[in-house]
């Protein structure tokens, strides 16, 4: 079994394959683990229901391209070609559309832990997990109640939420700015620490159980009567008897070449680190007011943030991390120094804000496991879990009619 992509979604594939007793190789153009899965916010986000378009994003999507301080963003050498993606985006925002949508997520969703205990467990890497959950904060009651409906909509889908007042989370997190007047506390969810160095502890044990990493360069396919019998890449030519696509963003034009078009956009996010403080921030911090992220990690505190539309591998814009600092400062006062480092990673989204998982519907020897946006890191492990059930003919853990490659 060749699979294509050594990001965190390929990593847990390889993983769950070999756990199926397939011999496993790993084709990856770069280093494992060093693009989208490398500078993520590193959250388990199991109460990440809710999808990217939401009812009236109609109205508010144009007015946020043109203010230069929204963190929305769309490069318009890139218009042409992402349109097609916004009407399409426009279209799942229906309020049907949404309920389904969330309901398809957190059919994954609940088996976060599921997939990943076994690989975490199996390599060792617990000391990269910590289990002290996550607080969204708000700075007006406006923000607030901007968000009762995608609150409520979680809040229908099993997550277990405590609304607290500002004093009642600057309790918890001393940090936060006194503008904070509103939090919910999602104590169940987890993260990484490091996300890259989780991944790696993954990597090191898949070559541990006997895999082989190739490092190559995949652009095209053989094609036999019964599907790909050869990888054409910047190299050698690779034979292969079934293939995984889980090439992050730069799986779409490989799964057009395989006969399946995808919407799949780059929704780039930004990241900068600060160097370690002298306070700490226990949970994952989400400010819905400012659209950004900030977690302690093992190197130092992170802020996250933005979607930016723009060609994947488009020189990234800095100014733009410097907007994620700007607002982490305005979020967490007491945050000290410049940044150490500046990051920007293409997250694979599709309009429905759903990956795509499971059978070629052109080449039975092809599995797609791609497109998890902002949840890649989170649907990794059942990813995983599910084409592996696929590949050796089990029934799926989850229905993965929702995620069908041909459902565009
Ligand atoms: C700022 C930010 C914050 C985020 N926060 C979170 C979070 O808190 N929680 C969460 O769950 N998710 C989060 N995400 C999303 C998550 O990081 C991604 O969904 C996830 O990393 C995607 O993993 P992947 O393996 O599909 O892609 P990638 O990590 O991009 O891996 C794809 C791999 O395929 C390789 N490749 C590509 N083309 C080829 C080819 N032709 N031949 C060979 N190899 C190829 C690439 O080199 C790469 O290594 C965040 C993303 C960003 C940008």
């Given amino acids: ?25 790993l084709v990856e153009k770069g280093e ?35 203010d230069s301080e929204s963190p929305l963003k769309l490069r318009w050498s890139h218009v042409p070609k ?56 708000f700075e007006s009651e406006a923000a607030f109640e901007g968000a009762a409906y995608a609150l409520d909509l979680r809040r229908r889908n099993g997550v277990h939420m405590d609304i607290l007042d500002g004093n009642e989370a600057r ?27 989780l991944t790696s502890a993954l990597v090191q044990d898949f070559r541990r159980r006997g895999g082989e990493i190739v490092t190559a360069e995949v652009r095209g396919f053989a094609i036999g009567s019964e599907g790909p019998t050869k990888l054409l890449t910047d190299g050698a030519p690779i034979d292969v008897e079934q293939v995984v696509l889980a090439a992050g963003v730069w799986s779409r034009p490989l799964a057009r070449q395989l006969g399946t078009s995808v919407p799949l956009e780059a929704e780039r996010g930004y ?6 403080q002298d306070f700490g921030l226990k949970r994952a911090l989400v400010s819905a007011d400012r659209s950004v992220s900030l977690a302690h990690m093992h ?28 607002h982490a400062r305005a979020l967490v006062p007491g945050l000290r120094g410049e940044p150490v480092s500046r990051w920007m990673g293409p997250r694979p989204s599709h309009p429905d804000s759903k990956p795509v998982i499971g059978r070629s519907p ?35 853990t989850v229905d993965l009619a929702p995620f069908r490659p041909d459902r565009f």
């Fill in 82 to 137: 992402a349109l097609p993606f916004f009407l399409r985006l426009v279209e799942a925002s229906r309020p049907s559309r949404v309920e389904a949508i969330a309901a398809a997520r957190n059919s994954l969703l609940v088996h976060t832990h599921a997939g990943y205990a076994p690989l975490i467990e199996g390599a060792d890497a617990a000391q990269w997990v910590d289990h002290n959950g996550l607080m969204m904060v």
């Fill in 32 to 66: 494992p683990g060093m693009k989208t899965s490398f500078g993520n916010s590193g959250s388990f986000g199991t109460a990440s229901c809710v999808p990217f378009a939401l009812p009236g994003v109609l109205k508010k999507v144009p007015g946020m391209l043109l």
């Fill in 271 to 276: 990241h900068v680190m600060f160097a370690p």
């Fill in 299 to 326: 190197e130092g505190i992170r802020a996250t943030g933005v979607a930016e539309f723009a060609a994947p591998d488009a020189p990234a814009d800095m100014r733009i991390a410097d907007r994620v600092m700007r």
């Fill in 362 to 396: 052109r080449h039975r020897n092809v599995f797609f496991a791609f497109g998890h946006d902002h949840l890649g890191l989170t649907m990794a492990g059942i990813t995983g879990k599910l084409v592996a059930e696929l590949a050796t003919g089990q029934p799926t």
């Fill in 171 to 197: 309790q918890m997190e001393p940090a936060l700015a006194r503008s904070v007047i509103k939090a919910v506390s999602l104590p169940d969810v987890s993260r990484t620490i490091d996300p890259f160095r």
């Fill in 1 to 25: 079994m060749t699979v294509i992509g050594a990001g965190i979604v390929g990593v847990c594939c390889a993983l769950h394959l070999q756990r199926e007793g397939f011999k496993v190789r």
